[in-house]
Each structure stands twice: as structure tokens, then as C-alpha cells.
């Protein structure tokens, strides 16, 4: 944080999203994969064992609250009851964003 209070909105972050609801089988990691790309953000995107969605993302802390809003949603069909959110430095490990599985 600047020495003002003030936060820096262009400062690289990190964020890790355990993502809960009606999340599967409904498109949720294509539409965040375009999402993120569009945003030009980096990480990734995956199912969980116990029907939640992993997302790892780095980029603009801005840029990243906007992406955590559209994660908050979801695409059409999909159900998020809650997202559990971890944030932290960006580790600068990833080039683009994927989906993985």
C-alpha cells in the first residue's frame, strides 16, 4: 500500500477461489477461462472432487475484483451459493490462463 492509506488498483495480486454451488456441468469453466482471458488475467480454472470450482488468478488487483464479481454470478444455468476467496502476492508462475483437469 502507498504511503498515502491509498491502495494501488494496478498492483499485481493473487487470489485463490473455492467456488460452491451449482457449478458443474453447467459451462462454469469455459465461461471463466473466456472471462479471464478477456480480462487478460493468468492461472487457472478446475473441477473439484466435491462438485466446487478451483480458480487461481493473477493480474491487477481491479482487474481481479472484477473477475471475482463475475465468479460471484456465474454464466447462465449455474447456482453459486458462496465463494471462498484467499488473497495474496502475485507468484508471477503463469503465463496465460487454462482449464485444468
Known amino acids: 500500500m ?3 492509506g ?3 488498483s494496478s498492483e499485481e495480486r493473487r487470489f485463490h477461489a473455492v467456488v460452491h454451488g451449482w457449478v458443474q ?3 462454469f469453466r469455459y465461461s471463466t477461462y473466456q472471462r479471464a482471458h478477456m480480462l487478460g488475467l493468468r492461472g487457472y480454472v478446475r ?3 466435491d ?3 478451483e480458480v487461481v488468478a493473477e493480474g491487477p ?3 481481479l475484483e ?3 464479481a463475475y465468479l460471484r454470478q456465474g454464466p447462465p444455468g449455474a447456482h453459486v451459493e458462496r465463494v471462498d476467496v484467499t488473497w495474496d502476492k502475485a507468484s508471477g508462475e503463469f503465463r496465460g490462463f487454462e482449464v485444468r483437469y
Open 25 to 27: 456441468g453447467v459451462g
Open 61 to 63: 488487483e481491479a482487474t
Open 66 to 68: 472484477r473477475f471475482l
Open 2 to 4: 502507498p504511503e498515502d
Open 51 to 53: 462438485g466446487t470450482v
Open 6 to 8: 491509498s491502495s494501488n
Open 47 to 49: 473441477n473439484q472432487w
